[in-house]
């Protein structure tokens, strides 16, 4: 069964950090980008982050340029993303995809093959 799992959401203040990870299953993402995207009601889609997962090559939104670090685990078919220094705008719900083009490509235009269920992100005092 084609399917990405997410896990690693919850609360956390101001400042604090979250670590998400994605699990792919059923296909090899040798030939994907995976990324993360964040939904926030009343708001378009973003693009947070993608991986190519071939070579690694990696593309972050100016919003978390500098603060969140996408990495990817080639035994485990995984795809993490570490949220450092976490603002209240970063609050919404985390989902990975997965589409066969390059990262960029995949978050700039949010071109998606396949998604998750996704992860609440809350940050809040």
């Known amino acids: 069964q084609l399917q990405l799992v997410e896990s690693g959401g919850g609360l956390v203040e101001p400042g604090g950090s979250l670590r998400l990870s994605c699990t792919a299953s059923?296909?090899?993402?040798?030939?994907?980008?995976i990324g993360w995207f964040r939904q926030v009601p009343g708001k378009e889609r973003e693009g947070v982050s993608c991986?190519?997962?071939?070579?690694?090559?990696?593309y972050y939104g100016d919003s978390v340029q500098g603060r969140f670090i996408i990495s990817k685990d080639n035994a485990r078919n995984t795809v993490d993303l570490q949220m450092n220094s976490l603002r209240p705008e970063d609050t919404g719900v985390y989902y990975c995809a997965a589409e066969r083009t390059h990262a960029q490509d995949m978050c700039v235009w949010g071109r998606i093959w396949l998604r998750g269920q996704g992860t609440q992100v809350t940050v809040s005092s």
């Open positions: 991986i190519d997962y071939s070579d690694g090559m990696t």
């Open positions: 059923g296909f090899t993402p040798n030939y994907f980008a």
